[in-house]
């Protein structure tokens, strides 16, 4: 599910944001990555800091359109393969786009990607969190389990 929103400005000239209230229906970054593959399209690579802005802009008239968005992060298709050096100061270098993009843009909270075994990438959503070091909680980057449920 999620509307698809297309532009004409960027690259991927089309968007669609699935968030799934019920906590059920949420999903891994792998099968996340299927769904998207499965629809004809690919999880979000976000290349530029104006790709970033038209993706919070849409994420907010989502909120404003009163459909009960609250807290819950955004897959993105971002990620890492191997844990061969995933404790060094090397791995934000080894995060790769799932659609084989090579932009290097990146938008990571303070202290993230904090990698370990942690290898997949969210965009965070939590308007009700208590801000961080990095302010609050929206649109940043943080690696996450890829086995966790977003």
């Known amino acids: 599910s999620g509307q698809k929103v297309c532009y004409g400005a960027f690259k991927r ?11 059920s229906r949420r999903v891994g970054f792998q099968e996340a990555r299927q769904a998207c593959e499965m629809d004809g399209g690919a999880l979000l690579s976000l290349e530029s800091e104006a790709e970033q ?4 802009n849409m994420l907010q008239n989502l909120t404003k359109s009163g459909s009960g968005i609250s807290d819950g992060d955004f897959w993105i298709g971002l990620w890492r393969s191997g844990d061969g050096l995933a404790t060094s100061s090397v791995c934000p270098d080894l995060y790769q786009w799932a659609d084989g993009s090579i932009s290097p843009f990146r938008n990571w909270y303070t202290d993230e990607p904090s990698c370990g075994s942690e290898a997949c990438v969210v965009m965070y959503h939590q308007p009700t969190a208590n801000p961080g070091l990095g302010g609050p909680y929206l649109y940043q980057w943080n690696d996450d389990r890829c086995n966790m449920k977003h």
Do not use: H, R, V
Request: net charge negative.
């Open 13 to 23: 000239s089309c968007y669609k944001l699935a968030y799934f209230q019920d906590l």
């Open 53 to 56: 802005q038209l993706i919070e």
